[in-house]
Every structure is written in C-alpha cells, then in structure tokens.
C-alpha cells in the first residue's frame, strides 16, 4: 500500500521558514518526479515546486530563490525549505509521487503565513 505523509506545516510570521517533509511508503517501480502542490482556498491546486527524475528542477515563479525541493537518495522522504514566507502562501500543501505504478497524492498540510 502506498503511503505519503506530509509534516511540518504551521502557523508562522511572514519572513519566517518553515520546512515540509513528505515520507513516502510502499513505491515498488521507478518513481519518474516528486512533487509539493499547494491549494488556497477558492484556489486551483498548483505546482509550487517539481524534482524530475531527470532533468530541471521546477520552481513557480511566485516561489522562486525562497523554495528549495530536495529528496533523499532512496527518495523515500521529500522535502520542501521555504524561506521568507508571505501571506499569499498560505495554503495546504500536498506531496505528490508520479510512478510507473501509478501517482499518488498525501494528505495535505497547513501552512499558515501571518502577517
């Protein structure tokens, strides 16, 4: 059974940091990207940042120079740093995995940003 869970979401000041954990389970074939997504509310979900297996990292450009997304070698735990955090990025934010076997998404958590 495939599993994501997401970590570290929180209620923070704005120029704060924060950072994101997604521990992933149950991936059996290659993984092809890691993903954060993030949806405010009345929003659309959107990509914020994209880890390809190959090729170039992804950024939004809303989220450029303050959001770095990382994985470890097994890529069994993703990671998003954000720094200098704004009120418009508050929203959950959502990990997702796209396999050979399929994409999946986690649960979500909440990043909070105050001004």
């Known amino acids: 059974q495939v599993q994501l869970v997401e970590s570290g979401g929180n209620l923070v000041e704005a120029g704060g940091s924060l950072r994101l954990t997604c521990e992933v389970s149950?991936?059996?074939?290659?993984?092809?990207?890691l993903g954060w997504y993030r949806q405010a509310p009345g929003k659309e979900r959107e990509l914020v940042a994209g880890?390809?297996?190959?090729?170039?990292?992804y950024y939004a450009e809303s989220v450029k120079g303050r959001f770095a997304i990382s994985s470890d070698n097994a890529k069994t735990t993703v990671y998003l740093q954000m720094n200098s955090l704004k009120p418009e990025d508050t929203a959950v934010y959502y990990c997702k995995v796209e396999a050979m076997q399929g994409a999946y998404w986690g649960q979500g958590t909440q990043v909070t940003v105050s001004s």
């Open positions: 880890l390809p297996r190959s090729g170039t990292t």
């Open positions: 149950g991936i059996t074939s290659a993984i092809f990207g």
